[in-house]
Each structure stands twice: as C-alpha cells, then as structure tokens.
C-alpha cells in the first residue's frame, strides 16, 4: 500500500509564505518525477510544477516566479515553498508522484495525495 500525504497548508494572510509537504509512504521501490497542482473552487485542477529524480525543475505559468519545488529523496518527500501569496492563490493544493513498489519495481505507477487547503485571506 503505498499513499501519498500532503501538510503544510492553512490559512495565511496575502503576502505571506507557506512551504507544503507531500511525504510517500509504503513499500516503496523507487520515485520518480513529482508534481504539485491545485485546484480553486469551481476551477479545473492545473499543474504548477514539477521535479525529476534528479533535481531538475519545472514550473507552469501559474507556479512561476512566486513557488519553488524541491524534494528529499531520501525522505520520499517534495516540497512547495510559496511566497508573496495572494487571496487568488486560495485552492486546494495536491502532490502527485510517479513511484515503484517493493512488490513489483518494474511497474511505475503514478499516485495522488488527497490534498491540503491553502487559505489566502486578511
């Protein structure tokens, strides 16, 4: 059984940080590539960034310039660090990771978090 589980969110005033966490548990072989989307009240889930293995990043318009991914593989863990947030910002915020299983490590299947709510408001 492998799950995925996001922290971190709350409720934050505009302008301020909050760094989210999205920590991989189970029998886990190996993880790939992981991302972080959100999604806002009555908007389509949207992507905002994503880092390889081996470090690599990239970020969609929408996580661009405000938002940093980052990871521990060690920890099976990624990181969203966001900045300078605005009410705009407000979504429920969810990992996804591409990952292995002891049980079969041939098989990379992708896995979601069941998401963390991030609140922008004075």
């Known amino acids: 059984q492998v799950q995925l589980v996001e922290s971190g969110g709350g409720l934050v005033q505009p302008g301020g940080s909050l760094r989210l966490s999205c920590a991989a548990s189970?029998?886990?072989?190996?993880?790939?590539?992981m991302r972080w989307y959100r999604q806002a009240p009555g908007k389509e889930r949207e992507l905002l960034a994503a880092i390889t293995r081996a470090g690599s990043t990239n970020y969609t318009d929408s996580g661009k310039g405000r938002f940093t991914i980052s990871r521990d593989n060690a920890k099976n863990t990624v990181y969203l660090q966001m900045n300078s947030l605005k009410p705009e910002d407000t979504a429920v915020y969810y990992c996804n990771a591409d990952l292995s299983r002891h049980i079969d490590p041939f098989l990379t299947m992708t896995y979601w978090g069941a998401g963390t709510l991030v609140t922008v408001s004075s």
């Open positions: 189970g029998s886990i072989f190996s993880s790939g590539a």
